[in-house]
């Protein structure tokens, strides 16, 4: 990610669980994600996490559900329905929105919470937070928003990270 070798980048917190930030190269210390990740599983007993792969492979050949070495059952390392988001990462989310200097929500309706508070709490604080997004958002009309961009953030956002390092 430019932005994180350029160290212009304090945290990306997402709900999204497909771990498309980390294989795009945003570093662990960095990334934020609240709702979890499918590209890991996790013992629901010692809460080890482990590439799934391996455990994918023992279910194809013995078709048993894989354990942990605990003994523990094993599933993506997501939030389900039900599940307490991780106190952890909350509380890294908002560590971050209260040290920002800028906030920029990208593709997001900022429609769920808690995530969708956190750039209302750094903005709220006087940061700069710019929305970018195909369709409304539910912080459009927020007094707080200094710049809303309508349209494809893949359009948008390089152009202005190119803008920004130049």
Known sequence: MKLEKAGKLMAVVTQNIDGLHHLAGTSAERLVELHGTNSLVECQSCHRRDEPEAHFEYFRRHRKTP????????????????????????????????????????????????????????????????IINRGATEHDHESCVSLRLEGEVSEIFPQAVKAALA
């Open 67 to 130: 354990r942990c070495e605990c003994g523990g059952f094993l599933k993506p390392a997501t939030i389900s329905f039900g599940q307490n988001l991780d106190s952890a990462e909350l509380e890294r989310a908002h560590a971050a929105a209260m040290e920002t200097d800028l906030v920029v929500a990208l593709g997001s309706t900022l429609s769920v919470y808690p995530a969708a508070s956190f750039p209302l709490i750094a903005a709220r604080r006087g940061v700069p937070y710019v």
